[in-house]
């Protein structure tokens, strides 16, 4: 079977190689959209077209199951995506919120993009899985996904300063989602400001879901 994977760059890796892991045989096709990075701070409607490119090539390419492998994407533009390729089967990224507040910790903090925590299926996610007296605070990061994109692999430094001007230490959460997946590929500089935090994210929840799929 073929399965396409895409985001707005490299941060998609981090659910390739967790789907890759349960499914070996398969054939993948990854697109790095880096060109168009941030989705995060992108109007909704030019956002979509974005977004349907790639999965036309990814169709064109064969795929029967596109994985989204991209909170902002998944929030904002799944459920039209669905009603317009009814044939592609697709599995979208979500903050892992409800993993975190499994844990029965008192507080979760989540980071995500701009358009991902302005979105009401973000303040339902919250909503929805929060039980009593647990408390879950969201927190825009604005740059931070294109910041990483640019200089993890080559200036570190300069993740460390975006990390700086939006983030301040705080030993108060008990977890913190990730709810890019860009923000996993510097996971230990993000660690450092939540001292008493585990820090979730997505990656392994889509792959089990896409083998669900896969194998029935
Ligand atoms: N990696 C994406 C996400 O999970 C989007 C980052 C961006 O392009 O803003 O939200």
């Known amino acids: 079977m073929k399965i396409g994977v895409f985001d707005s760059g490299m941060g998609g890796t981090t659910i390739l190689e967790a789907v890759k892991k349960r499914l070996p045989e398969m054939e993948y096709r990854y ?3 880096s060109e168009n990075c941030p989705y ?4 909704v409607g030019l956002l979509y077209e974005i977004v349907r490119d790639k999965v036309e090539a990814l169709r064109d390419w064969g795929a029967e199951l596109i994985v989204v492998a991209c909170n902002t994407a998944t929030v904002r ?12 089967q697709f599995v979208g990224t979500e903050p892992a919120v409800k993993l975190a507040l499994s844990t029965g910790v008192r507080k979760v903090l989540v980071l995500a993009t701009p358009n991902t925590i302005n979105s009401e299926r973000m303040k339902l996610l919250a909503e929805k899985n929060r039980q009593i007296g647990q408390e879950v605070d969201l927190l825009a990061c604005p740059g931070l996904a294109e910041t990483i994109e640019k200089y993890y692999k080559t200036d570190l430094g300069r993740v460390k300063a975006k990390l700086n001007e939006l983030l301040s230490r705080d030993d108060s959460y ?7 997946t860009h923000y996993p590929l510097v996971k230990d500089l993000i660690a450092e400001y939540y001292p008493n935090a585990q ?6 929840g889509v792959a089990k879901r896409v083998e669900e799929l896969v194998r029935g």
């Not at 995060?40 to 109007?43: A, L, R, S």
């Open 77 to 88: 533009c799944i459920d039209k995506l669905r009603r317009d390729y009814p044939d592609i």
């Open 31 to 33: 697109i790095a959209d």
């Open 174 to 180: 008990g977890a913190v989602v990730l709810g890019c």
């Open 199 to 204: 820090l979730v994210d997505s990656a392994n």
């Open 40 to 43: 995060g701070e992108k109007p």
